[in-house]
């Protein structure tokens, strides 16, 4: 129970809720095996706190479902914002009511009332109180003694250490089919520890970010690149703090990490692996010199700079820091030359700087040049085209046009170091029509001229300031309500989690969907779901969900529970300041 | 097999009818989530039993029977029921005394039948129904015989539509989420003059 195990995440990294297989770092196992210990206990309030996003709710879960599994409890998921009442008088009920630090006197009350009855009945009935570390203040604080007497179990949660921090992120890599086998990589991921100090939340967080930034095709690269790390990662110091980390390399070969992969176990499995991490290498390697050498024919690895022709492979970088290349003898700062170069020669010092510029630079000083026509700039365009769109979305439904544009205007000058004169802003909706934004095409000229990296760093930026904070408690919350509703067969709730124009898999309308419900709860004497590996993004103002499902049914007149998995996409739109359903499709992984 | 040649139509419409109705009714379900993609469910069930003929001129002698192919359709209804169609086809014969007439029975016909399921704890939920059997047979061969077991007295052959009420009980298991097994005990009370039995049954349900 305690061995570690890999994250069966499928869509992203930050997994709300609950998973089957998830990682037990050494303060999980401990405060795994403390509830193992506590709920054998009979009946009592346990207490679990700890920092937000260490990990206690999906702890709860994934323990929750071994209790359901082993049949050893009702397991029952409640919050402090809808705990009033016990959900069901059977026996061997665990209550787990999550944020508990907000429960108001009235409802401990409740609560109090609820172990007392149930110590009358000869029941056995436990509450586990879930929430942050102000959760057992809170408790040590109620004046009702006889309430503190009742708590059978507390447990802090801690964070997870470095070198669990890498191994976690490893395995958050590794099950998205991500290799880390380089030392750079390794390095970033150790990295990770400075900025997120174990908060499984926060690691999930970054690496979420660089998925989105599709910086994860080549984890080599992410390291290189540094300057496309979020800005928390990209501290120059964290190496040497690093380097000092007794951890370090003892993770790469950690043996524990290989024994927590099943499909390392075997040594044939281990050779083929090993094969097979040979032939992707030597593909990479074979990949990069056939670009290299096409790009060197058909660009002729010409600079021109001055007028004077000069073989690109005399130059190189002065420094990761500036914008000065050394070609031949002499350093060139690149503003300078951009106001002599042709096109074609910019593209060919492109192609032979191999180390990407972290900063352009010197952006705005190259207006009225043409738009270089190879893919790499298409591919921007569409980006920043799409940007537009993004832009025009926000514009139309908010009412601070004005400080959106400047907004993004901050954002363009924060990444190019654009002078302010230059900056241009947008009043009305109506001006943002891509092909008015001269400004913005001479950013992309730059942007392919300088760093081929920097148009994701640019969708990242923009990702993250047009894509407002999610506002993921509620979202979960409100799953967590429909995954109640289910589980009780609560059709009024059900009817209040659902847009009238609610579409499904093959039905539109409450009314229809509802009927459907009305129909399985009808047909099952008991029933639950679980859905996990959630991954939320907005689209508009709507907030798309992606992730995985859980269903286990008691069909009437059998004993025996069906249970099937797939996929569900949710669509979630604010409606009376409470989100609701909008669309709810999903498809079995298997029957 | 007379029955077949004189009214194969009837037949075949009368065992395909509900499995086609029914197969097509229950098509719209598994817009809910862990709804199966369809509740109704298929299924064959191996019936044996003890048989008699309510005859006009006596009851008959009773005769056990192997039924090995019935064919059912079941869905839910509301409030933990689920309806029942089972088409079926028996060849029954049966011996002749001086006071049972003998004769072979070919009997086709449908059973509907509603089931209520009970909880009656964890692990035994069991149903229990009533319905209604529609069915046409064709008594053929009808005899007496003496105390000497010579024929004694040949009767008219007959034809009957028929009307049965059915009582049951049943309990299934859960094979797997698409299979499911179950064991159904029934009686058969027939209104007029035709067959009466008490069965039971082993099923195998498909959905």
């Given at each position: 129970m305690n061995k570690p195990k890999t994250i069966?995440?499928?869509?992203?990294?930050?997994?709300y809720h609950y998973q089957n297989d998830y990682y037990l770092s050494g303060p999980h196992k401990r405060a795994w095996a403390h509830l193992n210990f506590a709920i054998k206990q009979g009946n009592g309030i346990l207490v679990l706190s700890g920092q937000s996003g260490c990990g206690k709710s999906t702890l709860v879960q994934s323990f929750a479902l071994k209790l359901r599994e082993n049949n050893q409890r009702h397991v029952f998921f409640s919050s402090a914002a809808n705990f009033n009442e016990l959900p069901d008088r059977v026996d061997q009920r665990l209550v787990v009511i999550d944020?508990?630090?907000?429960?108001?006197t009235k409802q401990l009350e409740i609560l109090n009332a609820c172990i007392e009855s149930a110590n009358e009945d000869l029941q056995y009935l436990q509450f586990l109180l879930v929430g942050s570390e102000k959760l057992e203040q809170i408790i040590a604080d109620i004046k009702h003694s006889n309430f503190r007497n009742k708590v059978v179990f507390s447990y802090q949660l801690g964070l997870m250490n470095p070198a669990e921090t890498m191994k976690y992120a490893q395995l958050q890599l590794s099950t998205k089919g991500w290799q880390v086998n380089s030392e750079v990589a390794k390095e970033l991921l150790r990295d990770l520890y400075d900025c997120s100090s174990g908060n499984a939340e926060l690691i999930n967080k970054y690496l979420d970010q660089l998925q989105a930034a599709n910086e994860l095709y080549n984890v080599q690269h992410i390291a290189l690149n540094r300057n496309s790390l979020p800005e928390s990662l990209n501290q120059d110091d964290l190496k040497s703090n690093i380097a000092t980390n007794s951890m370090s390399d003892t993770l790469i070969d950690d043996p524990n990490r290989i024994n927590s992969v099943?499909?390392?176990?075997?040594k044939k499995i281990k050779v083929v692996g090993l094969g097979y991490l040979a032939s992707v290498l030597i593909a990479i390697f074979v990949f990069h010199s056939t670009t290299f050498f096409a790009q060197k024919t058909t660009d002729n690895k010409e600079l021109v700079v001055n007028n004077q022709l000069l073989e690109t492979s005399t130059v190189l970088p002065v420094s990761s820091n500036t914008s000065k290349l050394m070609v031949g003898k002499d350093i060139i700062d690149i503003a300078n030359v951009d106001r002599q170069v042709s096109e074609q020669s910019i593209v060919a010092a492109t192609v032979s700087v191999q180390q990407p510029l972290p900063k352009p630079t010197g952006i705005t000083r190259i207006k009225n040049k043409p738009v270089v026509h190879n893919n790499t700039t298409k591919s921007v365009s569409n980006i920043v085209k799409n940007t537009h769109n993004v832009k025009k979305e926000v514009l139309e439904v908010s009412e601070q046009k004005q400080d959106l544009a400047t907004k993004t205007v901050t954002n363009l000058d924060r990444l190019f170091n654009a002078p302010e004169e230059n900056s241009f802003t947008v009043n009305k909706t109506e001006e943002f029509d891509p092909n008015a934004l001269t400004h913005t095409q001479e950013v992309e000229l730059q942007l392919v001229t300088t760093n081929s990296r920097l148009p994701t760093e640019l969708e990242k930026i923009f990702r993250q300031e047009f894509s407002p904070e999610l506002d993921k408690i509620k979202l979960n919350r409100l799953v967590a309500d429909f995954e109640v509703a289910y589980e009780f067969g609560d059709l009024k709730k059900i009817d209040n989690l659902f847009l009238e124009t609610i579409k499904s898999n093959k039905i539109e309308g409450k009314k229809a969907l509802k009927d459907e419900y009305k129909k399985l709860f009808n047909i099952t004497q008991s029933r639950n779901i679980r859905i996990y590996d959630l991954f939320w993004r907005k689209e508009g103002n709507a907030v798309l969900g992606k992730g995985a499902f859980k269903v286990a049914i008691f069909e009437r007149g059998s004993a025996q529970k069906s249970t099937f998995t797939g996929n569900i996409d949710l669509k979630v739109i604010e409606s009376n300041q409470s989100f609701m359903f909008s669309e709810l499709f999903y498809n079995y992984g298997n029957l | 097999m007379a029955i077949y040649n004189k009214h194969s139509l009837f037949i075949k419409v009368a065992m395909c009818l509900p499995l086609l109705f029914f197969g097509l009714a229950s098509q719209s379900f598994a817009s809910a989530v862990g709804l199966p993609q369809s509740t109704i469910k298929y299924g064959i069930a191996t019936q044996v039993g003890y048989y008699s003929v309510k005859d006009p001129e006596g009851t008959t002698n009773q005769a056990f029977l192997v039924q090995p192919f019935n064919f059912i359709v079941t869905d839910w209804l509301p409030n933990g029921t689920k309806y029942w169609v089972e088409a079926y086809y028996s060849s029954l014969a049966f011996d002749a005394a001086t006071d049972s007439v003998g004769q072979e029975v070919q009997h086709v016909g449908s059973k509907l039948g509603l089931l209520y399921n009970f909880s009656a704890n964890r692990f035994w939920h069991p149903w229990a129904g009533v319905g209604v059997d529609l069915s046409y047979s064709q008594y053929s061969k009808r005899h007496l015989v003496n105390e000497y077991g010579f024929l004694a007295k040949r009767l008219q052959d007959r034809n009957n539509a028929n009307v049965a009420l059915l009582v049951n009980v049943a309990a299934e298991w859960l094979a797997s989420s698409r299979w499911q097994s179950g064991l159904k005990a029934e009686y058969r009370m027939p209104i007029g003059q035709n067959l009466q039995s008490m069965t039971m049954s082993v099923y195998f349900l498909f959905r």
């Open positions: 069966s995440s499928k869509h992203s990294f930050s997994s944020d508990a630090e907000f429960l108001s099943p499909w390392f176990r075997s | -």
